[in-house]
């Protein structure tokens, strides 16, 4: 990996420093609109910032590099992550553990339409930063100092840290809190992995991508999403998530552990980012 000078911290320092940084800026959105409503744009500054001049990092080691066939990792992503979703919920629903009821009627299409885009950008915007952030800077930071292993174990812990205030403000149980924070461990190491294995964020962008759109806004689980049907749960809330979702729930874990394995045995030529000008770890 290329840079244009040598570190002004050790980049495991900088890694932890930025996990407090945008942890710091979640809690801060709970109490204040303004920030939770800036929250992604000051995270992704404050990366860049660290990156180039603390790190003294070129921007295109961040992952983002555009070989001839970086759209395929991207496809591959959205079709494991919204494919994997819309797999558990179609299953629910077969076994009646879940019901849904649409929203909006076939008269509001234009409506629906324009609160799919703004979905669509919201989301991109999402997943573009926190998986700019938590594989792009904390994890090849940390591998800087660690094993890719341990850096991959490392990044998706502190990114399911990354996601207590949203878990603090749903008022989930005991159980399924712990299931949550298990789960999004399963997922950040799924998701660090996919990095590892391409060498670019376009795959794990992908899958956060489609798994937090159909999750959030077309089915519409979790307390603060705003999807097309209202979700009806019939089973035990630590199978299904309860109406949180796949993510609080066992089948969850099932799924991502299902993603793991996929990932795992996959090739890596298949996706894109893998070639032979692809930046390598330093």
């Not at 066939?69 to 994997?84: A, F, I, K, N, P």
């Not at 009627?105 to 991109?124: N, R």
């Not at 992995?193 to 979790?222: D, E, M």
């Amino acid at each position: 990996m290329t840079s244009f000078g040598e570190p002004m911290l050790p980049r495991w320092l900088t890694a932890v420093l930025m996990f407090m940084i945008s942890l710091i800026l979640l809690v801060a959105s709970i109490f204040n609109e303004l920030i939770g409503t800036l929250y992604y744009f000051l995270t992704l500054l404050l990366c860049l910032l660290l990156w180039l001049f603390v790190d003294r990092q070129l921007p295109e080691n961040l992952g983002l590099r555009l070989s001839k066939r970086w759209w395929l990792g991207l496809l591959t992503g959205l079709v494991l992550g919204s494919g994997m979703i819309a797999i558990i919920v179609a299953l629910e629903i077969a076994l009646g553990w879940v019901g849904l009821a649409a929203i909006y009627s076939v008269e509001q299409g234009m409506l629906v339409g324009g609160m799919l885009a703004v979905y669509v950008v919201w989301q991109c915007l999402v997943a573009f930063v926190e998986e700019l952030v938590g594989r792009g800077y904390i994890q090849q930071n940390l591998n800087t100092s660690l094993s890719i292993f341990l850096a991959v174990i490392c990044s998706a812990i502190m990114f399911a840290f990354q996601h207590l205030p949203s878990i603090v403000t749903q008022s989930l149980s005991v159980q399924l809190s712990a299931i949550m924070v298990l789960n999004l461990c399963l997922g950040g190491v799924l998701l660090g992995w996919s990095f590892v294995k391409t060498k670019t964020l376009w795959l794990p962008i992908g899958i956060h991508f489609g798994w937090n759109f159909i999750q959030y806004h077309i089915v519409g689980f979790g307390a603060i999403s705003q999807g097309l049907y209202n979700v009806q749960n019939f089973g035990w809330d630590i199978i299904t998530g309860g109406t949180t979702g796949p993510e609080a729930g066992l089948v969850g874990t099932i799924a991502f552990l299902l993603l793991l394995l996929i990932m795992w045995r996959l090739p890596s030529r298949w996706l894109t980012g893998v070639t032979e000008d692809s930046p390598k770890e330093s």
